[in-house]
């Protein structure tokens, strides 16, 4: 499948529950970034990361949150200890070039995991 | 904060007719680009414009660049009930990751 798959499409969790969230890019992308959108609002730069390193993770929450784009497997967002505020959609984004120098970077996004907090 | 952000939020018009959109950004820029986004999907690219460049085609949109005004427009000619979605500039500026604004809502009604 040459798209950015995430998954689950859809997770409910109670106040307090971890969320945890996959995204395979596209075949050939080895950069991945995260971002969250909330309704009838634009999207919001979470991290972003390459296999194994973390480049840049200014847009994500110091507490809670982490990501990983290990060796083998997919990206995965994990949320710990959600609250009603981290219902969100959040979506994943690949490129086979990283932000910087290149200056025509084009992401690549999958349909998203739609969050809802109980 | 956004870099870009879109006017207007929303629109509304006939089937058949012009839609524009405009994006306002803050900082220099490498390269701008527009998104769409149908309504529950992730966004697809459609069309990126260099900061050297003024103008920009394909198919029935038509971008324009104006750095000086730090913005940019979003022509869809002849639309079509089926270009009803949400549209996106973006923006790269140094190393940031790319930035997006809040979106314009096109609604095409035929």
């Known amino acids: 499948n040459a798209d950015v798959m995430q998954n689950p499409r859809h997770l409910v969790r109670r106040r307090g529950q971890e969320a945890r969230l996959r995204c395979s890019p596209m075949?050939?992308?080895?950069?991945v970034y995260w971002y969250r959108q909330l309704p009838e609002e634009g999207l919001k730069f979470m991290v972003y990361l390459q296999k194994e390193n973390i480049i840049d993770e200014s847009g994500m929450p110091k507490e809670r949150f982490s990501a990983e784009f290990p060796k083998e497997g997919p990206s995965i967002l994990r949320i710990q200890q959600v609250v009603r505020g981290d219902s969100a959609a959040y979506f994943c984004a690949s490129s086979p070039l990283g932000t910087g120098g290149s200056g025509a970077n084009v992401l690549t996004f999958g349909a998203g995991s739609r969050l809802t907090v109980l | 904060s956004q870099q870009g952000e879109e006017d207007p939020q929303a629109l509304s018009i006939q089937e058949g007719e012009n839609a524009t959109m405009n994006c306002s950004y803050k900082?220099?820029?490498?390269?701008l680009q527009w998104y769409r986004q149908n309504s529950g999907r992730g966004l697809v690219h459609l069309i990126l414009i260099r900061s050297n460049e003024r103008e920009k085609h394909s198919g029935r949109l038509r971008v324009t660049l104006d750095t000086s005004k730090k913005s940019s427009s979003l022509l869809i000619t002849a639309s079509r009930a089926a270009d009803t979605a949400s549209y996106f500039c973006a923006s790269y500026s140094g190393n940031t990751p790319l930035v997006f604004g809040k979106g314009t809502r096109l609604s095409v009604i035929a």
């Open positions: 075949k050939g992308h080895s950069h």
């Open positions: 900082t220099s820029i490498n390269n």
